[in-house]
């Protein structure tokens, strides 16, 4: 206590009063969550202004005479002719581990009422993305334990991978089929102790949603054991337009710390069209002159540079990466519509899911002619590959044939083989929600499809299949399942224990 | 359709012709609103309530207002209006006030500028880093 005490009057001697002359403003005019401010001369862009009664505002838009300012809080409190303060600061947000396990807001403040945020850093949420020179090939895999992802469009760390589709096909339920997944491959690595293991942690980013379906989210995530991996930052549909602007970039901030502090994270951010709605209220009500769709000229920027912000850096800029999983609703399955476009351009693929193949009992909907994953397959691990390699034209040839068949003509015994096969690696992929699948698991699976130990199985019987399978090979081929995952590729050797496995298990499926 | 771009751009073009040595001129801003108001054009009033905005801001840059706990004296508004007529490079119009809740010290407004040498100033300075810590631990 006597040290506390000199350490505080050593402060104070050290301490000097000085008043020196700071620019103000005057609200001159305020209105749907913006307020116009003359003065403050030496603002900033994104300068975080004190409004008084503790509401915040960001200066956004600074004119010939006057500024434009972004409200964060409760507008109603403020009165015209009020002084405004410059803070000095630009607008952050707390970031760190200690925010695992955590709901905030835009402004990274608690909405959990698990007391304070344990950071004592603070990340701009403006920043400009990584630079060429700071990045590095993506080359480690995103195990999203959604066997048809994982299978067909793999996806690597510090990738942006779309997910696009109509309302109600399962957008989210694959994002956070993702979270669940990297959290318990986070765990088993924490329980084993393999520190060669690097963990994903992640944000869920809810931008204008209902609160009804964030608390649903953040429900599954507690159920499933992911909430310590994972921050959830919420922008409910009742903030205001701003806060749900600011707020996948303020996500994206706390996303960086891990990626320059050699962590590894997923940003999801759900979802951007409604992001892009947010942008263009805020944009009208500054009167800022609009465009296509009465867009902003900027909302292709908007997007691009939160965007670009997901990378994979080098070892001397943190030896991190930010992978995103932005999420953008279609309407009708117009992916040509102008945000939906502007996205696709902007990302590293897409996953696109189609309503017809979700009510068809399609489960996740993904649409494997129209999903890409441009650089994902460079990071797909090789025993994968191996597996999985084909696939995806046979698929497409698979749905030629199929749609050839329903004519009903006579089929040569090579063709029926092929829909059959198809048929049957359709029924595989089929995956119930918040249930990810060990990679080992997938690879023994798509390994004996590919090698016809499924081709005598009824296709209504492919998921028991499925699931006697797996019993099977956790039980008694444990050794094996641990071999996949450490030589990552499929040896001669394990491929005849493979054999031996599958063949054990035919002689007593039945 | 009239911008409002149009109207900022007409109102600062009267704006410039109202400046007389860089201050503004009373008979010329007279003239200039007398014939505004009597102008036909649709957009008349628009761009005089801009040019008003536009004279009213700048009666603001050359005021200035003095807050203290306690009345000052005669010299030391002396140099408190010598002082802002140097640091603005023209005379401000003045007005002293008294203000108890300060404590003690001056608080002091001139154009868009602030000075707060307050007692409860700096008190509020004080707080401020302690409303932002409780804001994260709501």
Redesign the interface.
């Known amino acids: 206590m006597t040290t506390l005490v000199q350490e505080i009057e050593a402060r104070l001697a050290g301490a000097k009063a000085e008043s020196a002359w700071q620019s103000i403003g005057v609200i001159r005019e305020i209105g749907d969550g913006v307020a116009r401010v003359e003065g403050l001369h030496d603002v900033m862009l994104n300068e975080m202004l004190d409004l008084g009664h503790g509401v915040t505002g960001i200066a956004l838009s600074l004119e010939e005479s006057d500024v434009g300012v972004i409200i964060l809080g409760d507008h109603t409190k403020l009165l015209e002719g009020a002084e405004v303060h410059g803070t000095g600061r630009l607008l952050q947000v707390p970031v760190g581990k200690g925010l695992l396990g955590r709901v905030v807001n835009t402004l990274g403040e608690p909405l959990d009422g698990k007391g304070p945020i344990a950071s004592d850093t603070a990340y701009p949420v403006e920043k400009l993305a990584p630079g060429i020179m700071r990045r590095r090939p993506i080359s480690q895999p995103v195990q999203t334990g959604i066997m048809a992802i994982d299978a067909m469009i793999p996806i690597g760390r510090g990738q942006r991978e779309l997910i696009i589709g109509d309302r109600s096909t399962g957008k989210t339920t694959i994002c956070v089929d993702t979270i669940i997944s990297q959290a318990r491959l986070n765990a088993a690595a924490e329980a084993a102790g393999d520190t060669a293991y690097r963990p994903l942690y992640c944000i869920y980013v809810a931008i204008g949603q209902k609160q009804s379906t964030i608390a649903q989210i953040i429900s599954v995530l507690e159920e499933s054991g992911a909430m310590p991996y994972t921050i959830v930052l919420a922008a409910p549909a009742a903030d205001s337009a701003a806060s749900q602007y600011l707020a996948p970039f303020a996500g994206a901030a706390m996303g960086e710390w891990f990626m320059e502090h050699g962590c590894d994270a997923l940003i999801v951010y759900d979802d951007l069209s409604k992001h892009a709605v947010a942008y263009r209220q805020v944009s009208l009500v500054m009167k800022r002159p609009s465009g296509r769709e009465a867009y902003p000229g900027d909302v292709f920027y908007l997007h691009s540079r939160l965007l670009e912000r997901a990378a994979r850096v080098g070892e001397k800029h943190g030896n991190g990466s930010l992978t995103a999983l932005p999420v953008i609703e279609t309407q009708a399955g117009d992916v040509s519509a102008y945000i939906p476009t502007n996205v696709i351009s902007i990302t590293d693929g897409q996953i696109y899911l189609e309503s017809d193949l979700f009510y068809q009992g399609t489960r996740p909907a993904i649409s494997v002619g129209l999903s890409v994953s441009r650089v994902g397959s460079a990071a797909q691990m090789k025993a994968m590959k191996q597996v999985a390699g084909r696939l995806k034209g046979e698929l497409a040839q698979f749905r030629e044939l199929a749609a050839f068949s329903q004519f009903g003509s006579e089929l040569d015994a090579a063709t029926q083989a092929k829909i059959d096969r198809g048929k049957r690696i359709l029924e595989l992929f089929n995956q119930p929600q918040h249930d990810p699948m060990p990679v080992e698991i997938q690879v023994a699976l798509l390994w004996a499809v590919q090698h016809g130990y499924l081709d005598l199985v009824p296709v209504p019987r492919v998921k028991e299949y499925q699931t006697r399978f797996v019993d099977h090979l956790t039980a008694s081929c444990a050794e094996l399942l641990k071999h996949i995952v450490t030589q990552a590729s499929l040896d001669e050797a394990l491929t005849a224990e493979l054999t031996k496995a599958a063949e054990s298990f035919n002689a007593v499926w039945a | 359709m009239t911008s ?1 771009r149009e109207i ?1 751009r007409d109102a600062a073009r009267l704006w410039r012709l109202s400046l007389a040595g860089g201050a503004p001129d009373a008979a010329r801003i007279r003239q200039i609103t007398d014939q505004l108001i009597g102008s036909p054009h649709y957009r008349r009033l628009a761009v005089l309530a801009e040019y008003v ?2 004279l009213r ?1 700048d009666a ?1 840059d050359r005021t200035a207002t003095v807050d203290s706990a306690t009345l000052l004296d005669a010299p030391a508004r002396a140099a408190v209006e010598a002082g802002l007529a140097r640091r603005y490079g023209r005379t401000m119009a003045t007005t002293f006030r008294i203000d108890p809740d300060l404590i003690g010290g001056v608080r002091l ?1 001139a ?7 307050s007692v409860a ?2 008190l509020t300075a004080l707080e ?1 880093p302690f ?1 932002w ?1 409780q ?4």
């Not at chain 2, 154009?111 to 040498?117: K, N, Q, W």
């Not at chain 2, 804001?135 to 709501?138: L, V």
């Open positions: 409002a900022h905005r536009r801001r603001a407004v154009a868009s500028d602030l000075l707060d040498d100033g700096r401020r409303d810590a804001g994260r631990s709501a």
